[in-house]
């Protein structure tokens, strides 16, 4: 299969700001052979009605919507189950991807029969300029993911064939994480694809911004989702936070 089928999920939540760089993101992408699931948590912007345009112009491009508000993990969700693809990949609706992102990510996967790969990636403000590379480590198992989330989700590429399709717990923040913990828990590896290929926009209040906060769900997610017992959970938690400070 040298053309496979690649299924975008793009969860949207009051994004009219940015959603269409993200669609036109895709609609450049140099890979033709996808289609664009956007799900929408129940927007109170004008972003539903941007988007219901581009899904006018592109049959690739499809557009659900979430009976009620429902958080991240559950909207994701929603559109891993609407997937057609064999290859699943996630671009949430305020960031977007180098033209070549597809292409390059889906040709090292089939060349190097690769189940879960992500991309380095650039972290850019509000306004688009640049603030920093983030590198994508070679190689990352289990053990490595329990201290450091390295993969960002606006890079990840996985097999359905290889995994089947995998799911989003359903936690406010940290599901990414979480969602990896579980893959790699398996003993598979999630391979880093050494080039910056999406671009990962900070928003100005955002949780992922309030330091404090994420903590509360890296706890919540060793002691819920991995089970970690309590002693093993401190100690992770004091690397977790060491690892932090000196980075």
Not at 67 to 94: C, E, M, V
Not at 154 to 159: A, D, G, I, Q, R
Not at 220 to 230: D, G, P
Request: net charge positive.
């Amino acid at each position: 299969m040298n053309n496979p089928l690649i299924s975008i999920i793009t969860p949207n939540f009051n994004a009219s700001q940015f959603i269409s760089r993200t669609i036109n993101s895709v609609l450049n992408q140099t890979y033709k052979n996808w289609e664009l699931l956007i799900v929408d948590d129940c927007s109170t912007d004008n972003s539903v009605e941007i988007i219901e345009k581009f899904v006018l112009e592109d049959a690739r491009i499809k557009l659900f919507k979430t009976p009620h508000n429902s958080g991240p993990a559950s909207t994701r969700n929603l559109g891993i189950k609407q997937a057609s693809g064999t290859y699943i990949a996630f671009l949430d609706s305020d960031d977007y991807w180098d033209v070549n992102k597809l292409a390059i990510q889906i040709k090292t996967m089939l060349e190097n029969e690769l189940s879960f790969t992500f991309t380095g990636y650039y972290v850019v403000s509000e306004d688009n300029q640049e603030l920093k590379l983030v590198k994508p480590k070679h190689i990352v198992n289990y053990t490595d993911l329990l201290t450091n989330n390295y993969i960002g989700c606006l890079t990840v590429m996985y097999s359905v064939d290889a995994l089947g399709k995998v799911y989003f717990p359903n936690i406010l923040k940290r599901q990414d994480w979480a969602l990896w913990l579980a893959i790699t828990k398996t003993g598979i590896k999630a391979i880093g694809i050494d080039k910056p290929l999406a671009y990962y926009t900070k928003r100005n209040n955002s949780i992922s911004s309030n330091k404090l906060l994420l903590l509360k769900y890296n706890w919540i997610v060793y002691r819920k989702f991995e089970k970690i017992k309590l002693l093993q959970s401190l100690k992770l938690m004091f690397i977790l936070i060491i690892k932090k400070i000196l980075k």
